[in-house]
């Protein structure tokens, strides 16, 4: 009799256990099924208010793709570009100085990149290394047709370019809006890499105010998105696009030890883009406000030192006497935590918040000072050390050069007490004169040169030519005759 209970007791174990399996592979196969199942976004949907995860799924760039592919163009330019080669003559370098020895070779060069058109009527942005060297610029549309362009204003401190084609009616892009980008927000590049026309390649944001030290001048302005989209040569120029096919930014850069993608690429923001493209459309040269202050990142032994409680903000580690942040009461030692209410934390976040605004402006800036928090008003400068508006220099651009200040490191390192420094050289007259980037002009017609004002002074009144007295940065003394006439 406990046999019979014992062995019915057993079989009805097994039955359930079967039983139990059974709904549980059942429920676990309908489950995976449901979150295998990819979800599809209408190109319609408005993306903005979907999370980055999309449920499950990945999102359905192709909305984003068919919006800036005929937006996307492709720049092909013609120039030519001065070599300076050794001849290693240690006699001529030890009785002319280090450099005597070498000649300098001008060759033809061709180049390509990308550009975005922003405009119905023709305008194009671009990066200013795709163009910066160009006697002639070619621009083919998304449709193949071509065009010829001219350059309507150029910014080597942050390698954008604007071109201006003659057409109307094109499809353009519009601004989006770069600070509501969020890192892990997926992302496109669009453009020309390998000269294959109207490539779209995807990501996510991998970083946002990366500095990679690349851009040229005193005052290079870097606060790159970083991303993982694959961005390779002739990517330059082209479009950075959110899901909702916005322009977001300008690729620009690879992190790369092969010179080919391998991982991150870095694209101008594109609230550094507007301001340095309307600029260039207004006056024709960017209005740059300044605050006058030397800065450092943050970091644990400053922070210990300054009995800061963590490390936060850009720590001042110096002040220009007159300048709009010594007027206002900033000073060495200050740690900046916000600028208009953003907060700060890095050098390039900074620079990008002060880079959105012109000479003349005021911005607020809170700042921690003996452990408390100080507000201070602080009227922007221009490079000058006032609120002017900086003039279009028509006749240097003519000529094809750009200058800036030489700094005071330079001038004692060098040994000089005056000059202006050569830090863009394109198609004409200087360049035909063999001047190379770096070069500082301290004499012209045998008038001390101390800024650009003093120079375009002696063109004016030069009848038919410069000649120029001036040194590079290897110390290396040069004269050049710049001949004026057309």
Not at 156 to 165: G, Q, S, Y
Request: aromatic share 6%; hydrophobic share 40%; glycine share 10%.
């Amino acid at each position: 009799m406990n046999l019979k209970k014992l062995i019915i007791t057993f079989v009805i174990a097994i039955l359930s256990a079967i039983i139990g399996v059974i709904i549980y592979s059942k429920l676990s196969e309908k489950h995976f099924r449901i979150v295998e199942k990819p979800v599809y976004l209408d190109s319609r949907t408005h993306y903005s208010a979907i999370p980055t995860s999309f449920q499950g799924g990945l999102p359905d760039l192709t909305f984003a793709a068919e919006k800036s592919i005929h937006a996307v163009v492709h720049v092909n330019v013609k120039g030519r570009v001065t070599y300076e080669y050794s001849f290693g003559n240690p006699l001529l370098d030890f009785f002319f100085g280090p450099g005597s020895g070498t000649r300098q070779e001008t060759r033809p060069v061709m180049g390509f990149g990308s550009g975005v058109i922003i405009t119905t009527d023709g305008f194009i942005v671009t990066n200013n290394h795709v163009v910066e060297n160009a006697d002639e610029i070619e621009v083919v549309l998304n449709d193949r047709s071509t065009y010829k362009a001219i350059k309507a204003g150029c910014d080597p401190v942050t390698d954008i370019a604007l071109l201006k084609i003659e057409a109307s009616d094109l499809q353009y892009l519009k601004y989006g809006d770069s600070d509501q980008l969020k890192i892990g927000e997926w992302v496109l590049a669009v453009g020309n890499p390998f000269n294959l026309t109207s490539t779209v390649t995807a990501g996510i944001v991998s970083a946002k105010s990366r500095s990679i030290q690349i851009n040229e001048g005193q005052i290079g302005l870097e606060s790159f998105i970083q991303t993982d989209a694959a961005v390779n040569a002739g990517n330059s120029g082209g479009a950075l696009v959110n899901t909702r096919g916005e322009l977001i930014g300008i690729n620009t850069a690879i992190a790369s030890n092969t010179g080919t993608f391998s991982g991150y690429s870095f694209a101008i923001p594109v609230s550094i883009v507007q301001k340095v493209v309307s600029d260039l459309m207004e006056f024709g040269e960017v209005q740059r406000g300044l605050l006058g202050i030397v800065v450092g990142e943050m970091n644990n032994d400053l922070a210990k030192e300054l009995k800061i409680e963590r490390v936060r903000g850009v720590y001042v580690s110096d002040v220009i006497k007159d300048g709009g942040a010594y007027l206002a009461g900033i000073r060495s030692g200050d740690i900046i935590i916000s600028i208009n209410g953003d907060l700060v934390n890095s050098v390039p976040e900074l620079q990008e918040r002060v880079s959105r605004h012109r000479p003349g402006d005021k911005i607020e800036i809170i700042a921690i000072r003996d452990g408390k928090n100080k507000t201070f008003s602080v009227t922007l400068r221009n490079i000058n050390g006032n609120t002017d508006v900086i003039q279009s220099s028509s006749t240097l651009t003519a000529l094809g050069v750009k200058l800036e200040p030489v700094s005071e490191k330079e001038k004692q390192a060098l040994r000089i007490r005056n000059g202006v420094k050569v830090t863009s050289v394109s198609s004409g007259k200087f360049r035909d004169a063999g001047i190379n980037v770096g070069y500082i002009i301290i004499k012209a017609n045998r008038v001390p040169i101390n800024n650009e004002e003093d120079l375009r002074k002696v063109i004016k009144l030069a009848d038919e030519g410069l000649f120029l007295t001036g040194i590079y940065p290897n110390g290396r003394i040069a004269y050049y005759a710049v001949n004026l006439q057309d």
